[in-house]
């Protein structure tokens, strides 16, 4: 059972990587994000709302940023598929779901400004230091939140091993990603804006 998850964790890791990491800014978004991510892990022990907000406000804004605005979305001639196929094909969250989990995250703030208590869970917040940090706590839950609705989410519409290898591959993305993209900086100051390495490595796997 454990070759068998941790060759689907490859597999899945494979996938994202090859499918959805073309732009080199996109990768070079993923190193800081991957960065930035490992502080928060850290931070996780020492102050969970410093990592929350890091997180969130860094990690999460760094990575998206790339999927949404860098990554091409044209038909893929390296995997021979288009960008719908893709988005229907992909395990955890593709475009339109992580159009609504940044909209929740988005619009947390201001369901917490309307209503200091949000529905009762915190004390009424009393100055801009209590606020960002009750801000910071909504942001961890709605993370937490967001991996373990679309593990769960998994179990049904695939299995339970999918979601939970799934699951492990988001917590351990910043390692991988590391690994992978430390070198895109360096590359895309060289002018290289799509990974030339993509295509030779799907013809050979």
Same mark, same amino acid.
């Given at each position: 059972?454990?070759?068998?998850?941790?060759?689907?964790?490859?597999?899945?890791?494979?996938?994202?990587?090859?499918?959805?990491?073309?732009?080199?800014?996109?990768?070079?978004?993923?190193?800081?994000?991957?960065?930035?991510?490992?502080?928060?892990?850290?931070? =996780? /022990?020492?102050?969970?709302?410093? !990592? %929350?907000?890091?997180?969130?406000? +860094?990690?999460?804004?760094?990575?998206?940023? #790339?999927?949404?605005?860098?990554?091409?979305?044209?038909?893929?001639?390296?995997?021979?598929?288009?960008?719908?196929?893709?988005?229907?094909?992909?395990?955890?969250?593709?475009?339109?779901?992580?159009?609504?989990?940044?909209?929740?995250?988005?619009?947390?703030?201001?369901?917490?400004?309307?209503?200091?208590?949000?529905?009762? =869970? /915190?004390?009424?917040?009393?100055? !801009? %230091?209590?606020?960002?940090?009750? +801000?910071?706590?909504?942001?961890?839950?709605? #993370?937490?939140?967001?991996?373990?609705?679309?593990?769960?989410?998994?179990?049904?519409?695939?299995?339970?091993?999918?979601?939970?290898?799934?699951?492990?591959?988001?917590?351990?993305?910043?390692?991988?990603?590391?690994?992978?993209?430390?070198?895109?900086?360096?590359?895309?100051?060289?002018?290289?804006?799509?990974?030339?390495? =993509?295509?030779?490595?799907?013809?050979?796997?």
């Amino acid at each position: 059972m454990i070759k068998n998850f941790l060759q689907e964790l490859r597999t899945q890791r494979w996938d994202d990587h090859r499918y959805y990491h073309h732009s080199r800014i996109n990768q070079s978004l993923h190193f800081v994000s991957a960065a930035s991510f490992l502080f928060a892990y850290a931070m =996780l /022990f020492f102050d969970p709302v410093v !990592s %929350a907000l890091v997180g969130w406000l +860094v990690s999460m804004t760094t990575r998206q940023a #790339g999927h949404f605005f860098f990554e091409p979305r044209g038909y893929d001639h390296v995997n021979q598929a288009t960008h719908e196929h893709k988005e229907e094909i992909k395990v955890g969250y593709n475009l339109q779901r992580k159009v609504v989990l940044m909209a929740i995250w988005a619009l947390s703030p201001l369901v917490l400004y309307l209503d200091p208590t949000l529905f009762g =869970l /915190f004390t009424p917040w009393t100055s !801009s %230091a209590d606020f960002m940090r009750q +801000v910071a706590k909504v942001w961890l839950a709605v #993370g937490i939140g967001g991996l373990l609705f679309r593990t769960v989410h998994l179990f049904f519409i695939r299995d339970v091993e999918t979601g939970l290898v799934w699951m492990t591959k988001i917590l351990t993305d910043p390692f991988s990603d590391l690994k992978l993209y430390y070198k895109a900086p360096l590359a895309l100051m060289k002018g290289e804006l799509i990974d030339p390495g =993509l295509e030779k490595h799907v013809k050979h796997a």
